[in-house]
């Protein structure tokens, strides 16, 4: 069982359209982050988000943390096809001593087409 | 500044050979993380050091998996026998990390490794 459940797991659309990913949990999460992740690279941080109900804005690309902390969103405005990649969920668990580890959701494969 | 540096980039090896992966982290960063990403999932923390000690193990298969930190830098991942499920990318990362808090772990291009 995954303890963070992203959806969809893939995701095909053309250019100038808009999506959204969701990351689910039944876990309070301290902080949550997105990564995205290229082919043959490592993931790159795009955010983190650690106050409920917390909405953060990246060019096109607009992140919200859940008011509880177990759940986030990513929306992509008008993709583009340098929009593509894997991208991830991440959450540190609140509670106990975790020293900064994360949890990685499964993954959002998003293709976009010219 | 320079990056998470990984080698070898890919390695192709028969079951029940041994392999080895070497990782430098970003210089200072006192965490270093090894993940095992299978095609298609999310990275899968394998083993956590806070300089040279182990923080977190919990999800390394000890029977054949083995890591060490030297001197709180480099750090080198260990699998033997190696195992057909055992293909994956393993991804090493480092972090400046505030304990509990949240931290931005920097990945380097991780390492594909085919078990045939």
Redesign the interface.
Known sequence: TQLLEQSPQFLSIQEGENLTVYCNSSSVFSSLQWYRQEPGEGPVLLVTVVTGGEVKKLKRLTFQFGDARKDSSLHITAAQPGDTGLYLCAGVRAGGTSYGKLTFGQGTILTVHP | EAG?AQSPRYKIIEKRQSVAFWCNPISGHA?LYWYQQIL??????LI?F?NNGV??DSQLPKDRFSAERLKGVDSTLKIQPAKLEDSAVY?C?S?L??????????????TRLTVT
Not at chain 2, 40 to 45: A, F, M
Not at chain 2, 99 to 109: I, K, M, T
């Open positions: 998470v965490t298609g999932q999310g990275p899968k923390l956590q806070q923080v977190d991804l990362a972090s990390v505030i304990r509990d808090r949240a931290n931005e772990q920097y990945f380097g291009p991780g």
